[in-house]
T-cell receptor
Framework: DTGVSQDPRHKITKRGQNVTFRCDPISEHNRLYWYRQTLGQGPEFLTYFQNEAQLEKSRLLSDRFSAERPKGSFSTLEIQRTEQGDSAMYLC????????????FGPGTRLTVL | AQSVTQLGSHVSVSEGALVLLRCNYSSSVPPYLFWYVQYPNKGLQLLLKYTSAATLVKGINGFEAEFKKSETSFHLTKPSAHMSDAAEYFCAVSDLGQGGSEKLVFGKGTKLTVNP
C-alpha cells in the first residue's frame, strides 16, 4: 500500500493558462475526493467520485474546473484559464465504500498562478 | 449544514505540558467527527475519529478526544507535548451530501508550537 499520490507536487503557471493535476488513490478505494486548501484555511470540498461516477460538485467548482475519473482508477482535475484566485493547495483523498470510512489524503499539489 | 469552529488559530505549549486544542461543531444530525494533523509540506494524517461508539476516542501518538454532545465539542488533548507534535491540527465533521458522499467539513485549523 503506497498511499494516495498526487502529481505534480508543485505547479507554477501564468494567469490564463490551463493546468491539470493527477491523483492516484489507494488501490481498491471506491471513493475519491478533491479538496482545496488556501492559506490559513482548512480544506474545502470540491468534488467526489464513487468509482467513475462524479456524484457531487461544490459551488466552489466553477465551470472552469473539470474533474474526471476514467475507469474508476486515477482522477484528474483540470483548471482552464487559471486566475490568481486559483492559487491554493489541491488535495486528493480516497476511501472505501463504507460509511464514515477514513479518508486518506495525498500530499497535495500546490498551485501558484502568477 | 454542518460546520466546525476551532478556537485559537495558534497554540503554544512547553515540551511536556498538556496539549488542549478546542473544536466545537454544529450538526443537524448525529455527527461523525475527526481530527487530522498536517506537517509542513505533507498531506493530512488522521489522528482519531468519533463514529458514535465510545465518547472518549484514543488516537495515534498519544492523542485523545472526548465527544460531548451537550457542549457540541470534540476537544483534542495530549497529556505531555513532544517537540514532534508541532504541526497544524484540523477538526472536521462529516457532512452527508448527495449520493452519500460524506464529504468532510473542516475547521480553519490550529497551529501548535512546542517550545523546548
Amino acid at each position: 500500500d503506497t498511499g494516495v499520490s498526487q502529481d505534480p507536487r508543485h505547479k507554477i503557471t501564468k494567469r490564463g493558462q490551463n493546468v491539470t493535476f493527477r491523483c492516484d488513490p489507494i488501490s481498491e478505494h471506491n471513493r475519491l475526493y478533491w479538496y482545496r486548501q488556501t492559506l490559513g484555511q482548512g480544506p474545502e470540498f470540491l468534488t467526489y467520485f464513487q468509482n467513475e461516477a462524479q456524484l457531487e460538485k461544490s459551488r466552489l467548482l466553477s465551470d472552469r474546473f473539470s474533474a474526471e475519473r476514467p475507469k474508476g482508477s486515477f482522477s484528474t482535475l483540470e483548471i482552464q484559464r487559471t486566475e490568481q484566485g486559483d492559487s491554493a493547495m489541491y488535495l486528493c483523498a480516497s476511501s472505501f465504500l463504507v460509511p464514515t470510512d477514513t479518508q486518506y489524503f495525498g500530499p497535495g499539489t500546490r498551485l501558484t498562478v502568477l | 449544514a454542518q460546520s466546525v469552529t476551532q478556537l485559537g488559530s495558534h497554540v503554544s505549549v512547553s515540551e511536556g505540558a498538556l496539549v488542549l486544542l478546542r473544536c466545537n461543531y454544529s450538526s443537524s444530525v448525529p455527527p461523525y467527527l475527526f481530527w487530522y494533523v498536517q506537517y509542513p509540506n505533507k498531506g493530512l494524517q488522521l489522528l482519531l475519529k468519533y463514529t458514535s461508539a465510545a465518547t472518549l476516542v484514543k488516537g495515534i501518538n498519544g492523542f485523545e478526544a472526548e465527544f460531548k454532545k451537550s457542549e457540541t465539542s470534540f476537544h483534542l488533548t495530549k497529556p505531555s507535548a513532544h517537540m514532534s507534535d508541532a504541526a497544524e491540527y484540523f477538526c472536521a465533521v462529516s457532512d452527508l451530501g448527495q449520493g452519500g458522499s460524506e464529504k468532510l467539513v473542516f475547521g480553519k485549523g490550529t497551529k501548535l508550537t512546542v517550545n523546548p
